[in-house]
């Protein structure tokens, strides 16, 4: 038996919220490590090092890892003066419009994304740092968020555009439509 495009959406939001947990872990983690630098220092205990370094990497794998959370959630805004006023069937195919502008942003992000992580693997690229990190690691976890995120704006579009062939209307403005500025309690 074939999942329905609901399903599927809502499978997605069940990955990437334990995906956003993890995220959310690795971020605690950091500022643990940054604390205790901090605490280190100022009792006179010298420093840890890197964690300017570190948390530089974390939080660029948290925004890459973070936008297919961001957009399941529907967090990512758009102007969309035209939408609001177009009737429910146009509404919902502006959507599909604006989501697949964003799929082809996170495909070409990605595409671009691994030309630079396969030369920094070529050359054994390491960051100009005391670390000397090898540039692989974090752009590996940059890099795949990335992946992630464009997958999932595939597959959410794909979702979409069968809710839309089915006219289910609703159902699309559910899964990709902008957030209601009221739900937020503002």
């Given amino acids: 038996m074939k999942p329905s495009a609901a399903a599927v959406v809502d499978g997605l939001r069940r990955v990437n919220d334990a995906v956003a947990m993890a995220v959310g872990a ?20 010298g420093a840890l090092g890197g964690t300017d370094e570190i948390s530089g990497y974390v939080m660029a794998g948290a925004t890459s890892w973070g936008m297919a959370y961001a957009l399941l959630v529907l967090a990512h805004v758009r102007i969309d003066i ?14 599909l419009l604006a989501l697949g502008a964003l799929a082809a942003v996170a495909i070409a992000v990605s595409w671009h994304g691994w030309k630079v992580l396969s030369r920094s693997l070529a050359n054994a690229s390491r960051a100009n740092t005391p670390l000397e990190t090898p540039l692989w690691i974090p752009q590996v976890v940059w890099w795949s968020g990335w992946v992630w995120f464009a997958a999932v704006a595939v597959v959410l579009w794909a979702a979409a555009a069968v809710l839309l062939a089915r006219g289910d209307v609703a159902a699309v403005e559910a899964a990709i439509g902008p957030q209601d500025e009221t739900e937020d309690g503002a």
């Fill in 82 to 95: 035209l939408r609001q006023r177009a009737p429910g069937p146009l509404r919902a195919l502006l959507d």
């Fill in 26 to 45: 690795v971020l605690l983690l950091t500022v643990a490590l940054i604390l205790m630098e901090v605490i280190l220092r100022r009792l006179g205990l």
